[in-house]
C-alpha cells in the first residue's frame, strides 16, 4: 500500500510540474535591496541584469520591501541597473558570479532625473550572507593559473577546507580509477559530481577520472564548487560532498586556445626507490575554440584534449633469494624441492636487490628483485556546447562530451600487467523559462554512460603451467613473497547507463524564494565480473611453498556465469525555502523525499542466501527488502548578516542526507552469487592439483547482501563565522561535524562459535562453522557507524592587483569501524573485510583517510614590471600541500585464530610498555618496531585495535613560471614552466608490501622481516614540465 501511494503521489508530482530527475545548481543568484539615501526601502523600481558576454538580460522590480531577486544566472561577467522615475539611474558593475553563489549587491539611489545616470565599480561580496550551506568555489582564474599534475583539476578540489586525499587509497576499474577525496568525514563513494546538473559520477559512484586515474578538461571547464556540509533540499543520493561542474559556453567574441605540454624524465628527478630515473614521456595536448553563430543569441564552444604517456616504474617485489631457490632457508635443515613445486618457483625472476634480513640481521631467504614497468597510457577528451535564446524569457543549451581512454598497468612483475580502459559519454540538455519576474522553471535531461573495463595481458608466457587448463596462469600467493600471475579478478567490465531528467521551479514572492521540484533517474547497470576462473594457489609461508606443503586452492567452477544486467529507479521530491526573516537574517528551510526501486535483472539472475541459517539460496526477487519508502529528509540553515553591512556574516546548518542502495553498495554479490557462480576453496589440496576432482570438491562458499535494509545516513551539522578584511580578502572559521549511521561494509558472516578460555575467546582447531552448508560467507551488510569533527580556518583574497591567494587549515577526526562500502580494499591501509561482522566495536578506530592536521596554500600573482616585452607579463603560481600521515593496522594474514576465515585477517597482541617508535627513530627501513607486538597463540585474537598506527606525513609544494606575451589584436603566447614537489620531498608511503599488506606475523607465528618496512612513496618525485599555449 505504502509503495503504491508513494508511485501515486510521484506521478501527480511529476505531471504538474512537466518532467523530472536530479537537480543541481550549476547556476548563481543575484540580489538585494534598494533604498534611497535615507535608507528608506524603494518598490517598484525596475532593475535589469546584464550578462556582458553575451548582452543578454533580465528584468525584475523591486518588492514592497525594496528587495530583488534574480535567479538562474549562467556564472560570468555582470552589472545591475536600477531605474526608478525621481531617481537618478544607478550601474553596478565589475560583478563577476561563480556556480552556486549568491551575490548580495544592494543598490542606493538619489533623488534626480532617470535620464542622469551613476555608474559604481561594485564587486560581488567576499562574505556569504543568505545561507548556512558549507561551500567554495574553484575559479577560472585558478584553473588557469595554478600548477596540475596532469592537467587534472579535481586536485583543486584538495585545496578547500575539510577535503583530504585519501593518498594510500587502491586505484583501478575495480574501486573507482580517480582520486579518492574525502569531505569532511565522509566516504569517497558517499560524493556527487555533477557535470552542467547531470550526475558525473562513475560506474563504482566514485569520482568520473579516466582509465588514467585523471579529471581532464582544464581547457574545458569554467569553475567548479565544493560543497562540504548541509546542502539544500534539492541535492540528493550524497551522504559526502558535492562537487558541481560548469563548462565554459562561447560569447559574442570569438576566442580559442592551443597548448603543448611536455614532460621527460631529463627534467626529473629519481625517486627514493629508483636505481635510475626511469623513462618518462608525456604528451598533453590540444584546443578550444568558441564565439558567437548569431550575436546575442547563438553561441557555440568546443574543445579537445589528448594524452600520450610513457612511463617507467619502479617495481620492488619480494622474491626466493638464491639460497632459498636450492632449498636453503635459515634455521632448518635442507630442503629437497619437490619436482611438482620446480614450475612454480621458476616463475618468480631471480632476486637483484638486496636481501630482506630480520632483527637480527640475518637473511630469511628473501630478497628484492626490482624492475622498471612500464606503462602506457591515452587519452582523447572532446566537448561541443551550443547556447540559444529564442526570446527574453526563453533559452536552451545543449553540451556532448566524450572521454575515452586507456592505460597498460603493470602489475608487480612485467609479464603480467593489467590493460584498463574507460570510455565516458555525458549530454545534457537544459531549458530555461522565464515565465514572470517572480516565476522561472529549469528543465534538464542528462546521460551519463560510463564503462571502465580491465583485462589481464592476453600473452602468457607461462599457459603450460596453468592451474585449468586452456586458461591462462592464475595466481600464485605465498606469505612473505609477493603475488605472482594473473590478476583473479579480471576480467571485468562495468558499464552504467544513467538517463536523467530534471525539472525545477523557482517562485520569488515577498520574502520567500522557493524552489520545488522533483528527481527521476534510471540507471542500467550491465557487466561482467569474473573472479578466480583461472584459480589461485596459496601457501602459508616460504618454507611451505619450497617443501609443497599448500594452504588452499580457490576456483571458480567452470561454467559459472558472471554476466548481469540490473535495472534501478531512483525518484526524489522536495520543496526548499529561503526566508528573509529580517534585514539581517535569512532562514533556509527545506526537506527532501527520496526513493529508490529494488533492483531488477533482465535475464531474472537474482538471488540470495536471506538467512544466513538457510540450507540454500532463494532464486528470485528481490534482491532485498525495500528500506526506501518513508524516507525524508529535513535541511535547516540560517545566516545572520551582522550589522546589514555584508562584511561579517554567522551562519549555521544541519540535515540529513541518505545513502541509497545502488549498484556500487551490492556489486560484489551479485556477480558471485550461487547458484550462477559457483566458487570452492579446498584446503591443502595435494600436488599436482587434479582440476577433475578438485571441480568437483570443496567447501562452497557464497557472496550475499542482507536481505532486511534498513536505512542508511548521515547526518550534517556546522556553525562558521566569516568576516570581510582590507585587501579584498576574508577569513572564516568554521566547526564542521557529520554522523554515519548503519552504513554497509562486508565481512564473512559464517564463522566458527568461539570457546571462552580465560575470559578470551578461544577456536578449537576444526571448529565448525555456522552454517556447515558454506564456507566463506561475504556478505555485505548494515551497522557500521562514523563520526567526524572539524575545525578549520581560512584566509582568501579575490585577483586584484595581480595578486590572488587562498590558506586553509583543518584540524579534523575521523572515526569509523568500516571506510568503504564493499568487498574490496578501497584503501591499502584498510582492510577488504570486518574483523568480526558479530561486534562491530572491534573495528571502531581511526578512518583509513582520517587525517588530523591538513594545510593547503594556493597563490597566483602577476610580477609588477613593465617598460619591454621582456620583463612584462610574468605570472608565479604556487600550491603547498602539508598533511599528517594516514594511519594503518597492524595484521595477521591467514587464519591463525581459526575462526574458519582467511578474509577477516587477525591483529597481533600489544606488548605492554615497549613503544611503537623504533629506537633509532623512523626511516623507510624501520618505520615502526614489530617488537611492540606480539603473537596472540594460534585459536585467539590479538587485542591490537584497528588504525593504532600512523605512517608518515605530506609535504609537497608545486610551482608554475608563466611568461605571456602579447602578439597582434587578441592574441598571445603564453610559455609555462612547471614542477611538481619543487623540494624533491620524499613523501613515503605506509609500510605495505603486496606480499601481505602490513603484516607482522605469518599466520604461524613466524615474525615477517618485512614488518616496518616501507617500499614505495605515495607521490612522485620533482619533475617538471613545459607548455606553450596560443590564445586568441
Partial sequence: ??????????????????????????????????????????????????????????????????????????????????????????????????????????????????????????AA????????????????????????????????????PGVVLSRSSVNGSNVGQGIKISVAGSRPSQNLFTLDGTAYNDALNNTPASANGVMTGVETIKEFRVITNAMSAEYGRAGGGVFNVVTKSGTNQFTGSFFEFLRDNRLDSKNYFDDDTPEFRRNQFGGSFGGPVVKNRTFFFSSYEGLREHKGITQVALVPDDN?????????????????????????????????????????????????????????????????????????????????????????????????????????????????????????????????????????????????????????????????????????????????????????????????????????????????????????????????????????????????????????????????????????????????????????????????????????????????????????????????????????????????????????????ALPFVDRAVIAAPALPLNLASLGTGGVPENELLQYDLDTTYMTQYNVSLQQELPWDSAVSVAYIGSRGTNLMGSGDVNLAVPQIVNGREFFPAGGRRRNPNFGTLRMNLQGFRSEYNGLSVGWSKRQTHGLQFQTSYTYGHSMDNRSGSGGRQEFRNGQARTFDPYNLDLDWGRSDFDIRHNAVVNVSYELPFSGSAAVEGWQVSAVGTFAAGVPFTPIIPGDSDRDGSTDNVNRPNVVPGVSTKPAGGRTPEHWYNPEAFAFPGAGFRGNAGRNILQGPGLATIDLSIVKAQRLAGRTSLQLRFEVFNLLNHANFDIPFNDADGQAVFDDTGARLPTAGRIFETATDAREAQVAIRFLF
Fill in 1 to 122: 500500500m505504502a509503495f503504491r501511494f508513494v508511485l501515486r503521489f510521484a506521478a501527480v508530482f511529476f505531471c504538474f510540474f512537466v518532467t523530472a530527475a536530479a537537480a543541481q545548481d550549476t547556476t548563481a543568484t543575484i540580489l538585494g535591496t534598494l533604498t534611497d539615501t535615507s535608507g528608506a526601502v524603494l518598490p517598484g523600481v525596475t532593475v535589469t541584469v546584464t550578462r556582458v558576454d553575451t548582452a543578454q538580460t533580465r528584468t525584475v522590480t523591486s518588492d514592497e520591501g525594496g528587495r530583488y531577486r534574480v535567479a538562474l544566472l549562467p556564472p560570468g561577467r555582470y552589472e545591475v541597473t536600477a531605474q526608478l522615475s525621481g531617481f537618478q539611474t544607478v550601474v553596478r558593475s565589475g560583478i563577476t558570479l561563480t556556480v552556486g553563489q549568491e551575490a548580495l549587491v544592494n543598490v542606493q539611489m538619489a533623488l534626480g532625473n532617470v535620464a542622469e545616470s551613476i555608474t559604481v565599480e561594485a
Fill in 324 to 672: 632459498a631457490r636450492r632449498g636453503i632457508l635459515p634455521n632448518r635443515a635442507p630442503i629437497s624441492i619437490p619436482a611438482t613445486i620446480q614450475p612454480y618457483l621458476s616463475l618468480f625472476p631471480v632476486a637483484n636487490g638486496d636481501l630482506i634480513r630480520n632483527a637480527a640481521g640475518n637473511p630469511t631467504g628473501i630478497a628484492e628483485y626490482r624492475a622498471v614497468l612500464n606503462r602506457r597510457s591515452n587519452q582523447d577528451f572532446a566537448m561541443f556546447r551550443i547556447d540559444q535564446s529564442f526570446t527574453g524569457s526563453s533559452s536552451i543549451f545543449a553540451r556532448y562530451l566524450l572521454d575515452d581512454s586507456e592505460r597498460d598497468e603493470p602489475v608487480n612483475y612485467p609479464q603480467w600487467p593489467n590493460l584498463t580502459s574507460n570510455t565516458k559519454h555525458v549530454l545534457t540538455v537544459e531549458q530555461r523559462q522565464i515565465f514572470s519576474a517572480t516565476v522561472v522553471n529549469e528543465l534538464r535531461g542528462g546521460f551519463n554512460r560510463s564503462k571502465p573495463r580491465e583485462d589481464v595481458n592476453p600473452f602468457d608466457p607461462r599457459r603450460d603451467i596453468a592451474f585449468v587448463p586452456g586458461e591462462m596462469f592464475g595466481e600464485l600467493a605465498v606469505t612473505g613473497l609477493t603475488e605472482i600471475g594473473t590478476d583473479r579478478t579480471n576480467p571485468k567490465q562495468f558499464a552504467q547507463d544513467l538517463y536523467q531528467f530534471t525539472d525545477q521551479l523557482f517562485i520569488v514572492t515577498g520574502r520567500h524564494a522557493m524552489k520545488t521540484g522533483v528527481d527521476w533517474q534510471n540507471f542500467r547497470y550491465d557487466g561482467d565480473s569474473q573472479s578466480r576462473t583461472r584459480g589461485r594457489l596459496r601457501f602459508r609461508n616460504i618454507s611451505d611453498f619450497l617443501t609443497g606443503a599448500t594452504q588452499q586452492f580457490e576456483l571458480a567452477k567452470p561454467g559459472s556465469d558472471f554476466e548481469r544486467h540490473y535495472r534501478q529507479n531512483l525518484i526524489g521530491l522536495w520543496l526548499q525555502d529561503d526566508i528573509k526573516v529580517s534585514g539581517q537574517m535569512t532562514l533556509n528551510a527545506g526537506v527532501r523525499y527520496e526513493f529508490v526501486t529494488t533492483p531488477t535483472e533482465r535475464d531474472g539472475k537474482v538471488s540470495n542466501l536471506r538467512n544466513i541459517m538457510d540450507p540454500a539460496v532463494t532464486v528470485g526477487d528481490p534482491l532485498f527488502l525495500n528500506p526506501t519508502k518513508t524516507q525524508f529528509a529535513p535541511r535547516l540553515g540560517f545566516a545572520w548578516n551582522v550589522g546589514g553591512r555584508g562584511t561579517t556574516a554567522v551562519r549555521g546548518g544541519a540535515g540529513i542526507f541518505y545513502e541509497e542502495p545502488l549498484f556500487y553498495q551490492y556489486r560484489s554479490p551479485i556477480f558471485r
Fill in 125 to 160: 561580496p567576499l562574505v556569504e550572507t543568505t545561507t548556512g550551506t558549507i561551500s567554495h568555489v574553484v575559479t577560472e582564474q585558478q584553473l588557469g593559473s595554478l600548477p596540475l599534475n596532469g592537467r587534472d583539476f579535481s586536485q583543486l578540489a584538495l585545496l578547500q
